[in-house]
């Protein structure tokens, strides 16, 4: 599956991707803010092999971030489906990344989960030390629901989020075509 805008896409990983993946995981500044990620590619890609079958039942979507030059940059999952709500995680990108292209991956993702697969709440977590991305989640509408020792969790709903894009663009921030995309298989 491939979701774009005019200024990136998002593809469902691959095995080949598992280099990739690891490189970006284990690197020091973002390790501090997810989850343990072995540093053995062969470990990644037995566990990509693992995610192919739950995507494969639509139980769960991964993507890598790509510049629209095809150069990747970040990732970010769909997970945890029921009737109405998803989680939505595994949101890291390369240091050197355009701030604007990580915001899109994110944007890109939860809009589609919420246009396209109908859901009305995004349930996330955020490691109570990223204050910069907890700063970003509120500014969308987030809610805090509670904490334990290493993160916080939110929730947003679908219309907070899109109220949030609004004001986005009634600011600046964004713009129109920053929201419209397409999605092909």
């Not at 246009?115 to 709440?121: A, L």
């Not at 109220?163 to 298989?185: A, R």
Request: glycine fraction near 2%; aromatic fraction near 16%.
């Amino acid at each position: 599956m491939i979701i774009s805008n005019h200024q990136v896409y998002l593809r469902s990983v691959q095995l080949e991707d598992a280099e990739f993946i690891v490189k970006l995981r284990t690197d020091a500044k973002n390790a501090r803010f997810i989850s343990k990620t072995s540093p053995i590619v062969e470990d990644q890609k037995l566990w990509l092999e693992k995610y192919k079958e739950r995507e494969t039942h639509k139980k769960e979507f991964y993507f890598l971030g790509h510049t629209l030059d095809n150069s990747p940059f970040g990732t970010t999952r769909l997970y945890n489906f029921n009737s109405k709500t998803f989680t939505n995680g595994s949101w890291v990108v390369l240091a050197n990344t355009n701030p604007k292209y990580s915001i899109m991956i994110d944007l890109l993702v939860r809009s589609y989960a919420f246009n396209e697969m109908d859901f009305d709440t995004c349930f996330f977590d955020v490691r109570k030390q990223n204050k910069k991305v907890i700063k970003y989640h509120s500014r969308l509408g987030a809610q805090f629901e509670y904490s334990n020792e290493l993160d916080n969790f939110y929730t947003i709903k679908k219309c907070d989020f899109f109220d949030s894009l609004k004001k986005m663009v009634s600011i600046g921030f964004l713009k129109e075509e920053d929201l419209q995309y397409t999605v092909s298989e």
